[in-house]
């Protein structure tokens, strides 16, 4: 089964609002990271977050290794925040690999 | 600047025909992953890549070959179509170090197989 599930699948935010994605694993916690997709587009790196928390501008990752979860918040939504939002983590063998979540479709309206 | 580059962007394919995707990368990472991307799925790993000359079967290597000539090109490669490989297929590259390794992933190829 999916070892990286995510929630919720798709959300729908007014400009200037707050957000929480989760992420929750089925096996052991490695390298978390979370990735941004704008619609068609190719994935960029936004947190790189195994632990503990952190923030970069609006954005803040939360990872709890032992409860196998990481969570990202995004305060006062934006219109260019739209986009889908992957969380992934390495594989302990077979080249660094990342195993991804399905995704989180978050669309922002003025 | 280092990047990852994809060819074609879009792809249309004849079921049982021969497809091959192009990868290309410039950072001189180590390692190349090939990934398919449906929804309700995520990215799933096809095949990946440790250097030149290696090729390694991933979560889902069937209907799928890969060749790494080289350090910089990695080729998926579909023998005989099927309309099931429509997909969006993503290409990447990583130094391999973990701990949050530096991935690039390319822009991505639109396969529709008809």
């Known amino acids: 089964g999916q070892q990286v599930q995510q929630s919720p699948t798709s959300l729908v935010l007014q400009e200037g609002e707050n957000a929480e994605l989760q992420c929750n694993f089925s096996t052991s916690l490695n390298s978390m990271q979370w990735f941004y997709q704008r619609p068609g587009g190719s994935l960029v790196s936004v947190f790189y977050?195994?632990?503990g928390t952190k923030q970069s501008g609006r954005l803040t990752s939360t990872t709890v290794i032992k409860e196998r979860r990481s969570s990202l918040h995004i305060s006062s939504s934006q219109i260019t925040d739209s986009g889908t939002y992957l969380c992934?983590?390495?594989?302990?063998?077979?080249?660094?690999?990342?195993?991804f979540g399905t995704g989180t479709t978050v669309s922002v309206s003025p | 600047e280092a990047a990852v580059t994809q060819s074609p962007r879009n792809k249309v394919a004849v079921t049982g025909g021969k497809v091959t995707l192009s990868c290309n990368q410039t950072n001189n990472h180590n390692n190349m992953y090939w990934y398919r991307q449906d929804t309700g799925h995520g990215l799933r790993l096809i095949h990946y890549s440790y250097g030149a000359g290696s090729t390694e079967k991933g979560d889902i290597p069937d209907g799928y070959k890969a060749s790494r000539p080289s350090q910089e090109n990695f080729s998926l490669i579909l023998e005989l179509a099927t309309p099931s490989q429509t997909s969006v297929y993503f290409c990447a590259s990583g130094d391999g170090t973990g701990g949050g390794s530096d991935y690039t992933f390319g822009s991505g190829t639109r396969l529709l197989v008809i």
């Open positions: 992934a983590m390495e594989r302990g063998q077979g080249g660094r690999a990342l195993i």
């Open positions: 977050n195994p632990s």
